[in-house]
């Protein structure tokens, strides 16, 4: 062995010797860097922990404090709320809630329970353990009684004791709409196993979106296949950009396969009100979202035809809303902008398809859900938000400041999801006031 050698292998070993001797006599005795490798040695502790207790989708990590909570209550529209979320312990929770957050009535529900044996879902998607589902689109009927969703499980009507009216053994999700006659309208979809003559290249099993309308009775009066609506008016190219020759591709922020089983994503069904005075839009119009393509269409129930159709200006949208006959408000979640990270409220003109971003958050209020949310315009002109993800309901003026807030807080550090605050007209809040 030559001496350069040697003097390289006995500087490695007296370099480690000095080291090691540092090192004990720094814990030893506590000197430098004994601190710095205890904090260190913590910080790795706290963050293989925090790796180790991964949370549930529906549950989220947070710094926030209920002492944060905003309640300006002098610039709030009255009026109690219902709330839909995933309380502690993966419950299912529906309650309503006055303005100061108590909560004034609840309902017991329980997925297990009120539908033990379904036997008309795919075997693929029967829950097997708590929470099983969430509710995702619910009303409060005239009596008291819940209308709500299993989200893609099924329709339910219970009353006000949580016993049940009915159920619908019907694929339903994300929305349940009550119109100004009673009848209820619903996103609905079919599970098709076989292969589709009127649908080619779709290749089963995929679900195909339908629009139902349902009495309060729980019947089915009326149905239709969103494909065939697109097709018939000419676009039937919208049913592949997502799943031609079965290639599936992956979101980023969703992490959703929109080819070969989700092709439309359906979240949203609502006819125009008769409340409103007519426009472009007039009474027997009905507003669809589709998700996956990010498209907003109008279309006449009885011809069928698409009067009005939205594109590309919105990413992965939610909950469009009718504001008058000329103008319609979504929920655009916006969740292709990371790392920006920031959804918007956005107003669309039917007379020239332009759009306006109404609300997108602030430094100091930051606004964003990758998947779900709704939003309520009020009557004071007030809107109040559903940033679901979040676990939060916020209602902002018209300048765009939050004057009130509800947070879903299940324990300290965790917040659940809340699936939509919807602000009660004044004859359902009558139902939930106690008598002075």
């Given at each position: 062995m030559n001496s350069s050698k040697f003097s390289l292998i006995s500087f490695i070993f007296s370099s480690a010797f000095i080291v090691f001797n540092i090192g004990y006599f720094a814990r030893e005795f506590k000197f430098f860097p004994y601190q710095l490798y205890t904090e260190a040695t913590k910080g790795w502790s706290q963050l293989k922990e925090s790796k180790s207790e991964q949370l549930p989708w529906f549950y989220v990590r947070s710094s926030k404090s209920t002492s944060e909570v905003i309640k300006n209550i002098s610039q709030?529209?009255?009026?109690?709320?219902?709330?839909?979320?995933?309380?502690?312990?993966?419950?299912?929770?529906?309650?309503?809630?006055?303005?100061?957050?108590?909560?004034v009535h609840k309902w017991e529900i329980d997925w297990f329970e009120i539908w033990s044996n379904p036997t008309h879902l795919p075997e693929s998607i029967i829950p097997k353990s708590k929470p099983g589902t969430s509710i995702h689109g619910a009303v409060v009927m005239e009596n008291?009684?819940?209308?709500?969703?299993?989200?893609?499980?099924?329709?339910?009507?219970?009353?006000?004791?949580?016993?049940?009216?009915?159920r619908l053994p019907y694929i339903t999700h994300h929305s349940v709409h009550q119109h100004d006659d009673g009848n209820l309208w619903v996103s609905g979809t079919k599970y098709q196993t076989q292969k589709v003559d009127r649908l080619p290249n779709l290749i089963p099993p995929f679900y195909e979106?339908?629009?139902?309308?349902?009495?309060?009775?729980?019947?089915?009066?009326?149905?239709?296949?969103?494909?065939?609506?697109l097709r018939k008016n000419g676009y039937a190219g919208l049913l592949y950009m997502g799943s031609l020759n079965n290639e599936n591709t992956v979101i980023r922020g969703d992490n959703r396969l929109l080819g070969k089983t989700d092709i439309l994503h359906l979240n949203d069904v609502e006819p125009f009100p008769t409340n409103l005075q007519p426009g472009f839009f007039q009474p027997g119009d009905v507003m669809l979202s589709l998700r996956n393509i990010n498209t907003v269409f109008v279309f006449n129930i009885e011809s069928e035809e698409i009067k009005f159709m939205s594109t590309g200006q919105f990413v992965r949208q939610h909950d469009p809303d009718f504001i008058d006959g000329d103008t319609i408000s979504v929920f655009d979640n916006?969740?292709?902008?990371?790392?920006?990270?920031?959804s918007k409220i956005t107003i669309i003109s039917a007379k020239d398809n332009s759009h306006k971003v109404l609300f997108a958050g602030s430094k100091d209020n930051k606004f964003y859900t990758r998947v779900m949310g709704k939003h309520q315009w009020q009557p004071n002109g007030n809107l109040l938000i559903t940033e679901s993800m979040s676990g939060r309901g916020f209602e902002i003026d018209r300048q765009g400041k939050v004057v009130w807030e509800y947070i879903n807080y299940v324990e300290p550090g965790v917040i659940g999801v809340v699936s939509e605050v919807q602000r009660l007209s004044p004859e359902s809040?009558?139902?939930?006031?106690?008598?002075?």
């Amino acid at each position: 062995m030559n001496s350069s050698k040697f003097s390289l292998i006995s500087f490695i070993f007296s370099s480690a010797f000095i080291v090691f001797n540092i090192g004990y006599f720094a814990r030893e005795f506590k000197f430098f860097p004994y601190q710095l490798y205890t904090e260190a040695t913590k910080g790795w502790s706290q963050l293989k922990e925090s790796k180790s207790e991964q949370l549930p989708w529906f549950y989220v990590r947070s710094s926030k404090s209920t002492s944060e909570v905003i309640k300006n209550i002098s610039q709030t529209q009255p009026g109690l709320s219902l709330v839909t979320e995933i309380g502690a312990d993966s419950s299912i929770s529906a309650k309503i809630i006055d303005l100061e957050g108590n909560t004034v009535h609840k309902w017991e529900i329980d997925w297990f329970e009120i539908w033990s044996n379904p036997t008309h879902l795919p075997e693929s998607i029967i829950p097997k353990s708590k929470p099983g589902t969430s509710i995702h689109g619910a009303v409060v009927m005239e009596n008291g009684d819940l209308v709500f969703n299993f989200e893609s499980k099924g329709l339910v009507r219970i009353n006000r004791n949580s016993e049940v009216v009915w159920r619908l053994p019907y694929i339903t999700h994300h929305s349940v709409h009550q119109h100004d006659d009673g009848n209820l309208w619903v996103s609905g979809t079919k599970y098709q196993t076989q292969k589709v003559d009127r649908l080619p290249n779709l290749i089963p099993p995929f679900y195909e979106e339908t629009i139902l309308e349902v009495s309060p009775e729980g019947k089915i009066l009326r149905e239709w296949y969103v494909a065939d609506i697109l097709r018939k008016n000419g676009y039937a190219g919208l049913l592949y950009m997502g799943s031609l020759n079965n290639e599936n591709t992956v979101i980023r922020g969703d992490n959703r396969l929109l080819g070969k089983t989700d092709i439309l994503h359906l979240n949203d069904v609502e006819p125009f009100p008769t409340n409103l005075q007519p426009g472009f839009f007039q009474p027997g119009d009905v507003m669809l979202s589709l998700r996956n393509i990010n498209t907003v269409f109008v279309f006449n129930i009885e011809s069928e035809e698409i009067k009005f159709m939205s594109t590309g200006q919105f990413v992965r949208q939610h909950d469009p809303d009718f504001i008058d006959g000329d103008t319609i408000s979504v929920f655009d979640n916006n969740n292709a902008s990371e790392p920006e990270r920031k959804s918007k409220i956005t107003i669309i003109s039917a007379k020239d398809n332009s759009h306006k971003v109404l609300f997108a958050g602030s430094k100091d209020n930051k606004f964003y859900t990758r998947v779900m949310g709704k939003h309520q315009w009020q009557p004071n002109g007030n809107l109040l938000i559903t940033e679901s993800m979040s676990g939060r309901g916020f209602e902002i003026d018209r300048q765009g400041k939050v004057v009130w807030e509800y947070i879903n807080y299940v324990e300290p550090g965790v917040i659940g999801v809340v699936s939509e605050v919807q602000r009660l007209s004044p004859e359902s809040t009558e139902l939930f006031t106690p008598a002075e």
